[in-house]
């Protein structure tokens, strides 16, 4: 879709894990200089999309559009339990019967995981905004796309046609930064 400019988020460890072995994100990966950055970036979203374990629970989150990705219905239909929700099943329709529902043509969608659903976007970030946490390790986590560990999160990345920006500092004490990865073509 012409309008719409696809950004996806999401905090690492050094092996490269989103969650730990039981699928939850671990406290060792909350870290407030990151939170601070994506609560405001989701803030300035008009569309939030994710895996139906991903919800991001910020003070603003009940007032977002957003897409959640469920087998539990058979192409798209509106959440019964929020007004602001669509559930989609790729397997049923495409991705712009999903933001038709929502009511959203235009502007910022956030797309912020969990793996499968980062995957699904991989050939359409315009920017993927990638968190490391360098001192935090998740033996045995979830890996945060498919592919890792064997490759890196940025392997993956640049094996996608995305290319690092300049790091920002998110939290000096922990060495968390962000890296702007953006499609060059
Ligand atoms: N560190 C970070 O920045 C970060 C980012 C994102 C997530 N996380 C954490 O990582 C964990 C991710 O949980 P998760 O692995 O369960 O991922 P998830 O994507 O949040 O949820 C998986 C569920 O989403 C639905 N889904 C995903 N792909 C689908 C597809 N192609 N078609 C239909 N439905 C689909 C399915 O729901 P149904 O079972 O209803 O069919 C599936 O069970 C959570 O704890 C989350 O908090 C961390």
Not at 139 to 152: D, I, M, S
Request: with cysteine; net charge neutral.
């Amino acid at each position: 879709m012409a309008g719409l400019r696809i950004d996806g988020y999401v905090i690492v460890s050094a092996d490269g894990m989103l969650a730990n072995a039981d699928r939850v994100m671990p406290d060792q990966l909350k870290f407030e200089g990151d939170k601070r950055f994506f609560t405001s970036a989701l803030d300035r979203a008009d569309l939030i999309v994710h895996g139906r374990n991903s919800h991001e629970d910020q003070p603003n989150s009940p007032n977002r559009k957003r897409i959640v990705l469920t087998h539990g219905v058979s192409a798209v239909a509106p959440d019964p339990s929020n007004a602001k929700a669509v559930l989609w099943n790729p397997a049923g329709a495409g991705f712009e019967a999903a933001c038709d529902l929502a009511g959203v043509h235009s502007g910022a969608v956030a797309i912020i995981g969990g793996p499968q659903v980062f995957a699904m976007f991989m050939d359409r970030y315009d920017t993927f905004w990638l968190s490391e946490a360098p001192r935090v390790r998740v033996p045995g986590g979830e890996p945060c796309f498919p592919g890792v560990p064997a490759r890196t999160p940025r392997q993956v990345l640049a094996a996608h046609g995305l290319q690092a920006g300049e790091v920002q500092n998110l939290d000096s004490a922990n060495g968390v930064t962000v890296t702007p990865w953006r499609r060059t073509r």
